[in-house]
């Protein structure tokens, strides 16, 4: 065995091994930067609201990353697995399990809503509601949009526009498509794909550094949102928000700790090996910028590259628990708020149709509200204007979707791996559990749990070695990659 292989692997498991400060940790600084953001927006609120800049100004920085990391992980993924009927069966099975988890989800909202009828009693008038702009703008959105309309707007008007406009599922068609190309062209397109895996290792550094203005961004927008919708909403609608938080903790804990266990894997364990993306969806009330960190550490749990690299990205669009439940649950609330009674067979209807309205709002802005009103107008017996009646406490819930959502793409991403006979469960166990583990082939040695410490920024995504190792021990570059071992270049060892 190479010497400096050996060094390498025993430096980064003392690396692993070695216990992070709790002040050096991204968690820590971001919890941190939420209560601030919220002690601040509750106590000035004209300061908060003059805050928002700040988070929008992180979110999109780390909007930018996700179209080009998402586009070279799946090239990357499909162009080096030898056999692409894998890749194409591997979709299938996600897309299956998306939506038997959108029903499950759907189905716990609507029992919850059915138990406990908070609506009953509010008897509104739909006729004399009042819409805002912004929630007639959206109504309006809602209403023209078709359940088959998601099908057609998978295919981009250029092969610029989706990175552009950062739409998730035309960014995956084409990555889709281009590494199918990639892999047909065998040993001719070993250079690009070459090209592609290192480019993927210059992201992922990137994204490193935005990630020290992680709790700043969470500060910001945590802050504006308290400032500008104050707690007011939270004690008028306190119920129906924590009738959602509690249905969704259910669903996590009863239904995807179940498939955990399936798995013999602890979803407890899971949930804490990724806090720190728990905490900047928190802080940001969006699931986006923890999509790469996502990635990144499923894949160093033992999970295929280009499993990871398929089902995550297509998740995001697709495997929608979070925004499932607050769908079923919000339609019911609407109808019983407005006195229209449902019957079991109307309700099972309202879910046919969510099962395909969700979906043609994907990755669109003021995606749930356009997914709840077109499930009202196709449906037809529910008041669309009755949105407005939840309109104000939809921030509140915003968190808890994201949270739920990324939590399900977690374990749709290791049971699709378990399913394709590919997910190393001992090492994935491992890895939860916060013990130290080699790097896998694919991958950089990386110390994730150091994502804010500046003196150890280059064991953060990736590196290629300590310098005076690559000084002393460095390998010829190697020839063009075979097709049969396409392992990306930025992670060979040196």
Known sequence: ?????????????????????????????????????ILVGWLAPSVGIAMEPIGTTFVDAMKMLIGPIVFLTIVGGIASVADLKKVGMTGLKALTYFQVGTILAMIFGLVAINIFRLGDGVNADAGSIETSESAAKLIDAGANQEWWQFLTHIIPESMVSPFVEGNILQIIFIAVIFGIALNAMGKVGAPVLDGVQRLTGVMFKILSFIMKAAPIGAFGAMAYAVGKFGVSSLTSMGGL??????????????????IMLFLKLNIFTMIRHLKEEYMLILGTSTAEPALP????????????????????????????????IYLSLAALYIAQATNTDLTIGEQLG?????????????????????????????????????????????????????LVNFTGNAVATLFIAWWDRTLDADR?????????????????????????DIDDDLTEY?????????AKHAEPVPDLVSTTDRRPAYSETV
């Not at 025993?10 to 070695?18: K, L």
């Not at 990635?295 to 929608?320: C, D, I, Q, W």
């Open 241 to 258: 928000i924590a009738l959602f938080y509690i249905t969704s903790i259910l669903f996590v804990v009863i239904v995807l700790g179940s």
């Open 428 to 452: 994935a166990r491992r890895v939860f559990a916060g013990e130290a583990v080699e790097p896998m082939p694919s991958e950089d040695p990386i110390h994730l749990d150091e994502v804010i």
């Open 293 to 324: 960190g996502l990635m990144r550490k499923l894949e160093h749990a033992g999970v295929k590259k280009e499993t990871v690299g398929l089902v995550v990205p297509t998740g995001y669009s697709f495997n929608l628990d979070g925004a499932a």
């Open 350 to 402: 309202l879910l046919a149709v969510m099962l395909l309205t969700s979906k043609g709002a994907a990755g669109v802005a003021g995606g749930g509200f356009i997914a709840l009103t077109a499930t009202l107008t196709t449906l037809g017996t529910i008041p669309a204007a009755g949105i407005m009646l939840i309109f104000g406490i939809d921030k509140f819930m915003s968190e808890c979707r994201a």
């Open 1 to 37: 065995m190479d010497h400096s292989t050996s060094a390498g692997s025993a430096a980064t498991a003392q690396n692993a091994a070695r216990k992070t400060p709790l002040y050096r940790q991204l968690y820590f600084w971001v919890l941190t930067a939420i209560v601030i953001g």
């Open 462 to 470: 990736g590196h290629h070695g300590p310098k005076e190792t690559t």
